[in-house]
């Protein structure tokens, strides 16, 4: 057979659509696949990759941000249709595969304009827009899940096949791929790892496992940062000197298979691409469901895992990295449960997804790994059995039926683009004037030390695939405009809404150790955010924090005490003098060392009123003018200042 595979942008729809492409190249070896494509960085690493010859097509994700995106959004669309025509006029294949993403859309539609039979795998238990669309034109739906089946609309077409995995996940041999990796074959080894482009959480996840096993003989960590986070990652590490002999880390994992088959616990994100790859591989899983996804579907993915033994699942929340952590040392603790755990997740692989897929396409039942002979060849799309036979004449009648029916199509896609356009526009106008609107654009202005997705987060909005919904326009802005690190939030009730996010200029001011963290504050004491680096502002020690969300005042124990020091800092400032630390750790002496060379010793009424009247500054002006540059201040109750040098 002659196939056209497409599918791409993310792991997530490429690995599929190449297990796919494996069981029908091993099972004729004789027949021709193609991959059609849009030209993404990572369809282009991994499909040839993979032996797969790539043709690229123009195409965009849907856009309904406004009527003119959305009509160049069909434009693009419709040239990456045409673009799709040409190579499949030439190509001539009998059917085409597709699972999902907007790269598929215009290879779908050339194949429903040519007549060629299409075939959708929709790998998420909630399907995306581009897999709804095409399955009112497609023979056949195949679903990784069986909960997709209901947002379908027809039925009659669908069949349940499970995640098509590459065969080189299953059966492997352990023991020769730790050998390979030069893993000792006794470690417990921890695999973390974010997809193709990494998340924010499964780094933090990883930072946190390769902190906690570093060093420690017994223990490797595999750490898969993501393309998008691996440079800054890697970085801020080397600069620490942070380099475990046991710790690896990548910005992406190629080698999936050997890594998995080498690994004792995966923890990860629960696409449906992970979900089916750990089970493949028989791995004990720990999963973080992404919380932006629609209709919470990798959630479920997991729980189908989890609910057969296979998998622990941790919700995203404040103590996401927390969680992990007490399950990965309760696995530690008790090795049998992570072999129990395997067993139970190699049960429920789906070994047979790509045989059932290639058994629906041909009409054939599998064959050995050899693959059998190449059967007759079938009829060309296009061209009515009824008229063979009749020469010259019959391919002539054949040629005009066929010209006939394209028109007919042509007329019917452009009607069929009309009035879906003119529905969307339609839509969009009386959703505008409901209580229900939809925020297709987010802006954000300012000095943002958090992501759009942080800020949407702080909003309380419920966010969904590129849009957020929301009953009331009124609470998603009171939620944005209540938090003190924005300055301004304004939703728009025009289409598109427009949600406009303006960020108040916001400077690093000073810093609490918290735990082996640091706590970034602004002038207002507001938290900016957390790192493990040393940072380079003002570091207060001796207050010891008890409550911290990121763009709220932070709490101590002792706030009267927060409010103090931050006052102290202030007027350090406006004294001209720098503090390098400031110990608080008791109520009656505080000790501020200023430019390292000069030291104060008081105790802190007198200080903060020396501070407030400006009588330190002159103190310490008049130093300076005399050259001198250390010594101790000490201050009397009686608020005179004596000056002791150090020689």
């Known amino acids: 057979m002659r196939i056209v595979l497409t599918g791409g942008c993310t792991g997530g729809h490429i690995y599929p659509a190449l297990a796919i492409g494996d069981k029908f190249r091993t099972e004729d070896p004789d027949g021709k696949i193609i991959y059609i494509a849009c030209g993404e960085p990572l369809e282009r690493e991994i499909i040839p990759a993979h032996g797969y010859e790539l043709h690229e097509v123009e195409a965009t994700g849907l856009d309904r941000s406004n009527p003119v995106k959305l009509m160049n959004t069909i434009k693009r669309t419709m040239k990456g249709r045409d673009q799709a025509l040409t190579i499949m006029k030439t190509f001539r294949p009998d059917a085409v595969i597709s699972t999902g993403s907007f790269v598929s859309v215009p290879v779908v539609l050339a194949a429903k304009k040519l007549g060629v039979p299409v075939y959708i795998h929709e790998q998420n238990g909630y399907p995306g827009v581009s897999n709804k669309m095409a399955a009112g034109f497609a023979k056949n739906v195949f679903l990784g899940f069986e909960s997709a089946r209901e947002h379908f609309k027809s039925k009659d077409n669908i069949v349940y096949s499970g995640n098509p995995v590459r ?16 893993i000792l074959q006794n470690d417990l080894v921890i695999m973390v790892f974010g997809g193709s482009l990494g998340s924010a959480t499964t780094n933090e996840i990883g930072e946190a496992v390769a902190r ?39 910005a992406y994992i190629s080698d999936m298979p050997r890594m998995l088959s080498a690994a004792d616990i995966s923890i990860s994100r629960s696409g449906a691409l992970s979900t089916a790859e750990t089970t493949m591989a028989g791995r004990a899983a720990i999963f973080i469901p992404s919380p932006n996804v629609t209709a919470d579907h990798q959630y479920y993915n997991a729980k189908a895992v989890s609910d057969a033994g296979g998998a622990i699942i941790v919700r995203e929340d404040d103590n996401t990295v927390v969680n992990v952590l007490d399950a990965l040392a309760d696995l530690d603790n008790n090795r049998d449960k992570i072999s129990r755990m395997a067993e139970a997740s190699r049960a429920i692989a789906p070994v047979d997804a790509t045989d059932i897929i290639y058994r629906t396409v041909t009409g054939r039942e599998p064959s050995s790994p050899a693959g059998p002979a190449p059967g007759p060849a079938e009829p060309e799309y296009g061209l009515p059995e009824s008229h063979e036979g009749l020469g010259e004449l019959g391919e002539r009648i054949a040629y005009r039926k066929a010209e006939k029916a394209r028109k007919q199509k042509k007329f019917r896609t452009r009607f069929y683009v009309l009035t879906i356009t003119l529905t969307v526009l339609i839509a969009g106008f009386i959703l505008s004037l409901s209580g229900l609107f939809t925020v297709d654009s987010i802006e954000v202005q300012g000095n943002a030390h958090y992501s759009t997705e942080e800020i949407i987060n702080m909003s309380h909005a419920v966010p969904g695939r590129n849009v957020i919904y929301h009953a009331n326009k009124d609470e998603i802005t009171s939620y944005l405009e209540n938090n003190p690190y924005i300055k301004k939030a304004v939703v728009t ?61 932070i709490g101590t124990e002792d706030d009267e005490r927060l409010s103090d020091t931050l006052s102290l800092i202030k007027a350090a400032s406006r004294a001209d003098m720098y503090f390098v630390r400031v110990d608080m750790s008791t109520r009656r002496m505080v000790r501020a060392y200023i430019y390292d060379t000069l030291m104060v010793r008081t105790d802190y009424d007198t200080l903060m009123t020396n501070l407030n009247n400006g009588r330190l500054h002159l103190v310490v002006s008049r130093l300076f003018e005399d050259g001198i540059r250390r010594g101790t201040i000490t201050f009397a109750e009686d608020g005179t200042a004596s000056f002791m040098p150090i020689i």
């Open 167 to 182: 065969p080189d996940f299953a059966g492997r041999d352990r023991e020769a791929d730790r050998d390979e990796l030069g």
């Open 212 to 250: 906690k096993y570093a060093g420690k003989d017994g223990y490797t960590v595999i750490w898969g940062t993501g393309k998008d986070y691996y440079d800054e990652i890697s970085a801020r590490l080397a600069e620490e000197g942070f380099a475990p002999s046991n710790v690896r880390i990548s």
């Open 493 to 553: 009730r025009k289409l598109p809404s427009t949600l406009v996010i303006t960020v108040t200029e916001r400077n690093e001011s000073l810093a609490f150790k918290y735990d082996d963290d640091y706590l970034i504050l602004d002038d207002d004491g507001i938290l900016l955010k957390k790192t493990r680096n040393v940072p380079k502002v003002t570091l207060v020690e001796g207050n010891v924090v008890n409550r911290i969300k990121l763009g709220e005042v």
